[in-house]
């Protein structure tokens, strides 16, 4: 498969990335202490549907067991760090951090993204802990030029996070991503001579997504529902996404802006 896009597809990407970012700060703006996380799911694919796309997740086999993933939204509180199932009546307390991710499939592309937000007032610390993660997602963008390779994004990244002692989930990674919800190459968040060296091309649609922890552990575990993926010493962990694709110009260009 292609590691690139057209020029036509990443301006379908495009379209459908705004409409993600719609319908993700819809979803945000619902956040808060009392509501339900399947409240906020069908706020955002109501707003999906509305313009014209289709949800990615919903109904998404990634399982081993090959088990449709059930909601539009991939809804993580605390120390579930991702993959969180958006369906449930699970109910947001004050002082919880929410990461909400979201994709959708617009003109036959799909566009991935990601945001994690806290409910009511949270601690300081967990309040510091999204800051970082989302700085360190811009530094992968930044990173992220023809000529230069995967690995660099992967040390821009990895080199924001490490010095305020976090930790760098290693068993998911940020993805390519357009033709299909996760696509060649693997983008990971850390420096590892396990991924081979790709360089960075004009017309790569990439998700970079930083997945963060607190407490400085890296480990994940998958919870008993089969899908929402915890840090395994139960710390708080927060994450970011964004689709971009590499322009002509030789820089990355976010086709999924970041609602808050
Ligand atoms: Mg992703």
Redesign the pocket.
């Known amino acids: 498969m292609a590691l690139t896009k057209t020029t036509k597809e990443i301006d379908a990407m495009r379209r459908g990335g705004a409409l993600l970012s719609r319908a993700l700060k819809a979803a945000v703006d619902a956040v808060a202490p009392g509501v339900k996380l399947s409240e906020l799911d069908a706020i955002a694919e109501s707003v999906i549907r509305d313009g014209g796309a289709e949800p990615s997740f919903k109904g998404y086999k990634g399982s081993p067991d090959d088990t449709p993933f059930p909601s539009t939204v991939c809804i993580s509180v605390n120390e579930e760090i991702v993959h969180g199932l958006g369906n449930r009546d699970r109910v947001l307390q004050e002082g919880d951090i929410v990461g909400l991710?979201i994709?959708l499939w617009l003109e036959g592309l799909c566009t991935?993204m990601?945001v994690t937000v806290p409910v009511g007032e949270v601690k300081p610390e967990l309040i510091e802990l999204m800051r970082v993660t989302r700085e360190s997602l811009m530094k992968g963008v930044e990173a992220a030029k023809v000529g230069d390779a995967i690995k660099d994004i992967s040390r821009a990244i990895e080199g924001h996070i490490k010095p305020h002692g976090y930790g760098i989930v290693r068993a998911l990674v940020?993805?390519g991503?357009g033709h299909q919800v996760?696509e060649a190459p693997h983008v990971p968040n850390f420096v590892s001579p396990r991924y081979p060296h790709i360089e960075i091309q004009e017309g790569m649609c990439l998700?970079l997504?930083p997945m963060v922890s607190l407490s400085g552990g890296h480990k994940v575990d998958t919870a008993a529902d089969g899908w929402s993926i915890v840090l395994a010493d139960g710390s708080p962990g927060a994450h970011f996404?964004v689709t971009i694709a590499i322009t002509k110009e030789g820089g990355a260009e976010i086709l999924t802006p970041l609602p808050v």
């Open positions: 991710d994709g991935d990601a940020g993805h991503v996760h998700a997504e996404e």
